[in-house]
């Protein structure tokens, strides 16, 4: 389900939360340059910004693999709670990475 975050022919990044219940939730990316980063629209997002609610951060990489950047790798670092998903392109296929922190370091999950 997480696959289809991406959509063909974006080329901008998107991003957004996930809810404990599934829901998926997009917020606006303001980041200064949207086609290489992103940055949740925090007044967009603070209505959800609830420890009981929200289960993990999304983004997508539409032109590349969803592997760690050095910027995703430090905002995940600022969300030590939860879990983090990146939506790629590998090998012309869409591919979802998760993240989770654990003893201050940025870890695949299994």
């Known amino acids: 389900m997480l696959e289809t975050l991406l959509h063909k022919g974006d080329t901008e990044e998107r991003c957004g939360l996930i809810l404990k219940d599934g829901t998926v939730v997009d917020i606006p990316n303001v980041a200064d340059d949207p086609k ?36 995703d790798y430090s905002c995940f670092l600022s969300w030590p709670d939860l879990e983090h998903v990146i939506v790629g392109i590998l090998d012309g296929k869409t591919v979802v990475r998760r993240y989770r922190v654990e003893q201050g370091l940025v870890i695949e999950c299994g």
């Open 36 to 71: 290489t980063s992103f940055e949740m629209d925090l007044a967009a997002a603070i209505e959800h910004l609830d420890a009981d609610t929200v289960a993990a951060t999304w983004h997508t990489h539409p032109e590349s693999d969803p592997n760690l950047s050095g910027e």
